[in-house]
């Protein structure tokens, strides 16, 4: 009688994406699948930067001809809208693999443009994946300003929003989106905030993507409610503004106009105050500023201290509606259009977007007391594995559990401030917040992405909130000075506005973990804001602070790459007589349901690409003196029944590859298929004994 005995070894445990003990097995078949698996992982990746460059200016059309001298003939015909190319932005990527990408990551208003747009920005439908892209039969567009949504199919080609957000269809897959030009009525707000596309291809679920949008105007201590007497400061990018003036510079460049030259070119910053929003007001502030230019040498200069501007909000309670900033740069050109043709006259403008704060709330609170209440409620969930979320208990979406490489985080705060009981009946009103965040080393926070509404809407489980951008040099990442293992995320600027039936201020950012070999990660947010002034003096303001809750990351030490764990167990054979007569296959005696390899994936579903499991025999099959007489052979359950490979020549031999966001799972085999021994026949004698190998099981990239 003899024992057969199969022994199963593995070495490490296998870290996502790694190959053990062996090269990975080449299938020329799965290579374009495996390209498609490393455009997923791509594709899922959302665009984190909203900085602003390359801003492109093209000419759309020459000027008309002028007739006489007192025609004035502007540079409208002639300007294209300012396109900023610094990088493109994808959505989320749908079930089957479809997503939206747009090639520019920021729309930026500008004014007096032909088509009335300040930017355009190219949306196209792609596959993360080889295939033919679906026809979109149809498209919404949702303008900055909850305004409604438009959309653009077969029969309408090209529809605009009550804003001014335009949307035109280019192709059978792409379309052509644009922001609200800057009009006298309504000045473009600070962080516009987005506009949102959404896809629906033909026979597939719906796809979306969301631009940023704004203007050019920042303010570190701007609050769209104010107290009587509130100093505020303004400042327009500066990077945006030299742009513009090289888009100046290029007008000398036109080679069809004869002495072309500058006339003036003015900064001016205004404030208006207005009973409604949509209508002029009354100027109540102004300023203006001439840059210096050189038609010779095309040089236009300036300081940069004009881009600067501050202003007193409703002075002594004067103004009790709206009060609105905005900047507008002119210039102002002469021409001829050849020698015998009189000069024409033009001007070309950009406004550089607007800033509003409604109507005084009285006299800010002058002591402690009189300070508004703040509290904070934090979330925290992971969006990649939602299954790591706690979801109930007095931890619900407080903790996250299980993290893994490559999982995206969610961060929320709500801030809800009420007025101080003998505050006079101030409104609470919170400004210049400061919002301080501890952030574990092995996550990489989105800086440009974090988005911030004055106006939490939340019903019936859904964010109907209007959030805009809070500006990148709001935000800041500094190592922790007391913790080597922390980072702290600051965002300044935050205002929280008056408690008007329930009002809530919303901060959400979000994460991507890159290292998940730490311990668990508690931490506490904070904020700090200006909820006052001591005896009305603004030089000595009185702060408003309060902690957020306590929050918890729980990473998983034992498998720092998220990765695929394999456990193998011993495969039995069964006893054979001595003396064979013919050849045999002998079947395994283990159980058919039971799995030869339990494997655990423990991979995000962002990274679960195709994986090849394969086994290599680690030496003779022997009993420690004699071989024995026969081979241990691989028969694919796909395949034929006569179909095998040989282990015997201790060659690679893959059993199973898996697809592209497939779970691999444990491997089990009937019967007649996997791994069975092929005993030599002929009368051959077998020596007596128990005869084991060593069998190596590895797991890999698909090739």
């Not at 600051?490 to 950012?509: A, E, N, W």
């Not at 060659?651 to 030599?680: A, F």
Request: aromatic share 8%; charged share 20%; proline share 5%.
């Amino acid at each position: 009688m003899l024992i057969i005995g199969v022994i199963g070894t593995l070495p490490t445990p296998i870290a996502e994406g790694a190959t053990t003990n062996t090269s990975a097995i080449s299938d020329k078949a799965s290579s374009s699948t495996t390209e498609a698996a490393n455009k997923a992982l791509t594709a899922t990746k959302q665009a984190n930067q909203n900085s602003i460059s390359n801003v492109v200016t093209q000419f759309a059309s020459p000027l008309d001809s002028v007739n006489s001298t007192s025609s004035i003939t502007t540079l409208n015909n002639l300007i294209s809208p300012l396109t900023i190319n610094s990088s493109t932005i994808e959505g989320p990527v749908g079930n089957t693999g479809l997503y939206l990408e747009s090639n520019v990551n920021y729309i930026f208003n500008s004014d007096n443009n032909p088509s009335g747009l300040g930017n355009t920005g190219t949306i196209t439908l792609k596959y993360n994946k080889s295939g033919t892209v679906p026809k979109v039969i149809r498209w919404t567009l949702t303008d900055r300003r909850g305004k409604g949504d438009v959309t653009v199919d077969g029969s309408t080609k090209n529809n605009k929003t009550s804003a001014g957000d335009t949307i035109q269809i280019m192709d059978d897959q792409t379309v052509l989106v644009g922001g609200s030009g800057i009009n006298t009525g309504n000045p473009n707000m600070i962080d516009g905030g987005f506009i949102s596309v959404k896809a629906d291809p033909e026979n597939d679920a719906p796809v979306y993507i969301d631009i940023p949008t704004g203007g050019a105007m920042t303010s570190e201590d701007f609050s769209d409610h104010a107290f009587d007497d509130t100093l505020m400061h303004f400042h327009i990018k500066n990077d945006i503004f030299s742009r513009v003036i090289d888009d100046f510079i290029s007008r000398k460049g036109l080679t069809s106009y004869k002495n072309f030259e500058w006339t003036s070119i003015k900064l001016e910053w205004v404030v208006d105050n207005r009973e409604k929003m949509e209508k002029a007001g009354t100027r109540i502030g102004y300023e203006s500023y001439y840059l210096t230019f050189n038609n010779n040498t095309h040089e236009i200069s300036f300081d940069p201290s004009i881009l600067n501007y501050s202003f007193v909000f409703f002075k002594d309670g004067n103004y009790t509606n709206y009060n609105v900033v905005h900047a507008t740069l002119t210039g102002s050109f002469r021409y001829k259009k050849t020698s015998l043709i009189d000069t024409g006259k033009g001007s070309r403008s950009v406004n550089f977007g607007g800033i509003f704060a409604v109507s005084p709330l009285n006299e800010a609170p002058t002591t402690d007391e009189e300070l508004p209440k703040l509290s904070i409620s934090n979330q925290i969930q992971n969006l990649t594995n939602p299954d790591s979320n706690i979801t109930d208990g007095d931890k619900k979406g407080l903790e996250i559990r299980n993290v893994k490489n490559g999982d995206k985080i969610e961060y929320g705060a709500n801030f809800d401030a009420e007025s101080a009981s003998g505050s006079g009946g101030n409104p609470a009103l919170i400004r210049q917040g400061v919002y301080t965040v501890p952030i574990p080393k092995g996550v990489d926070i989105d800086t440009n992405g974090i988005k911030y509404t004055s106006f939490y809407d939340y019903q019936n489980s859904v964010d109907n909130s209007k959030y805009n951008l809070v500006d990148s040099d709001n935000v800041s990442i500094q190592d922790d000075p007391n913790d080597s293992s922390k980072q702290l995320l600051t965002v300044k600027g935050l205002s929280i506005t008056p408690q008007v039936s329930g009002d809530i201020g919303r901060l959400v950012f979000d994460g991507k973990v890159t290292d998940d070999n730490q311990s668990d990660f508690a931490f506490t947010p904070s904020f700090k804001g200006v909820g006052g002034y001591d005896n009305n003096d603004q030089t000595k303001p009185l702060y408003v602070e309060a902690d957020g809750q306590d929050q918890l990351i729980n990473f998983d030490p034992t498998k720092p790459s998220g990765g695929v764990t394999l456990t193998p167990v011993n495969i039995d054979f069964g006893s054979l007589n001595s003396i064979i007569n013919s050849d045999l296959l002998k079947h395994r005696v283990n159980d058919s349901s039971s799995p030869v390899l339990s494997i655990q994936d423990d991979r995000s579903d962002a990274n679960k690409n195709s994986q090849t499991v394969s086994v290599q025999q680690k030496g003779e099959l022997t009993n420690g003196g004699s071989a024995f007489p026969g081979e241990l052979r691989f028969y694919d359950p796909s395949g034929s029944n006569d179909e095998f490979k040989s282990l015997v020549s201790g060659e690679i031999v893959p059993i199973y590859i898996s697809k592209n966001d497939e779970t691999i799972p444990s491997i089990s085999w009937e019967n007649n298929k996997g791994l069975l021994l092929h005993v030599n026949g002929s009368n051959t004698a077998i020596p007596s004994g128990k005869y084991t190998t060593t069998l190596d099981w590895t797991v890999s990239d698909t090739i």
